[in-house]
C-alpha cells in the first residue's frame, strides 16, 4: 500500500455522521456541564481539598513575591532571586516522579498532613527570624527548597485525593475548578504579597503567611 493511501485512508475505520445538533441543544448541554462542575463544590470533602489547594497555592506565590524582594534588597542580585525560584522549583524536576510513585503506598491523607505542616513550619521559622531580624539570605535558600519539596508533594497527594473523591466521570471537571484557583493564585498570592510588603513589612508578610 502507497504512503499517500495510508495518509488518506480515515483513522479507525468508518466513522458514522454525527447529526449536527441545534445551538439551543448545545446550549443546555453547557449548562449541564457547568451545573456539574460547580456542583462540585456542594461535596465538603472535594471543597476541603480544593480550599487547602487555593491557600497552600496564594501562600506560596505570595512568599515567592516576599523572598524575591528581600533577596534583592540584601544582595542587589538578580541571580540571587533567580536562584530562590530555581531551589523552590527544584524538587519538583529531582523527586517529582519518586513522590508520585510514593503517593500509591502510602496513606494520602497524613501525607498531606505532613505537606501541610512542612509548609507552615518553615514559614513559622522564617516569620520568627524575620522578627528578630535574624533573617539572612541563605535562610531562605533553605526555606525554598524545603518548600519545593512539599510543593511536589502537595499536586500529586491532593490531586489523587480528589479523584478519589469525585470519582473518573467528574475529574476533568474537579481538575479544572483546581488549576482555575492554582491560575487565580499567581496573581492574589503576589497582589497580597505586595501590599503585606509595603504595609507592613517582610516580618509582617511571612506572619500572614502563617495565620493562613
Given amino acids: 500500500m502507497r504512503l499517500n493511501e495510508l495518509l488518506l485512508r480515515p483513522f479507525g475505520g468508518a466513522r458514522e455522521a ?16 457547568r451545573s456539574r462542575r ?7 470533602d472535594f471543597r476541603r481539598l480544593w480550599l487547602i489547594g487555593v491557600v497552600a497555592f496564594a501562600v506560596r506565590w505570595l512568599e515567592m513575591l516576599v523572598v524575591g524582594v528581600f533577596v534583592y534588597q540584601r544582595t542587589g542580585s538578580a541571580f540571587d532571586v533567580a536562584l530562590m525560584t530555581m531551589l523552590r522549583m527544584l524538587p519538583m524536576a529531582l523527586f517529582g516522579a519518586v513522590i508520585g510513585a510514593w503517593v ?26 524575620a522578627y528578630l531580624g535574624w533573617l539572612a539570605v541563605w535562610h531562605l535558600a533553605l526555606a525554598s527548597f524545603v518548600n519545593g519539596i512539599a510543593w511536589a ?21 474537579a481538575m479544572s475548578i483546581d ?17 503585606l510588603l509595603a504595609g507592613i513589612g517582610i516580618s509582617g508578610a511571612f506572619t500572614v ?4
Avoid: F, H, K, Y
Avoid at 153 to 173: C, F, K
Fill in 153 to 173: 508533594a502537595d499536586n500529586p497527594v491532593r490531586r489523587v485525593m480528589i479523584g478519589e473523591v469525585v470519582g473518573p466521570a467528574q475529574m476533568s471537571a
Fill in 104 to 129: 500509591e503506598r502510602i496513606e494520602r491523607r497524613i501525607a498531606l498532613i505532613a505537606v501541610v505542616l512542612i509548609m507552615l513550619a518553615t514559614s513559622v521559622w522564617l516569620a520568627v527570624l
Fill in 18 to 33: 454525527v447529526p449536527a445538533r441545534s445551538p439551543a441543544v448545545l446550549a443546555r448541554a453547557e449548562r449541564r456541564r
Fill in 38 to 44: 460547580w456542583g462540585l463544590l456542594a461535596s465538603a
Fill in 209 to 212: 503567611s502563617v495565620l493562613c
Fill in 179 to 195: 488549576v482555575g484557583a492554582n491560575n487565580a493564585s499567581r496573581m492574589l498570592g503576589p497582589t497580597i504579597g505586595g501590599l
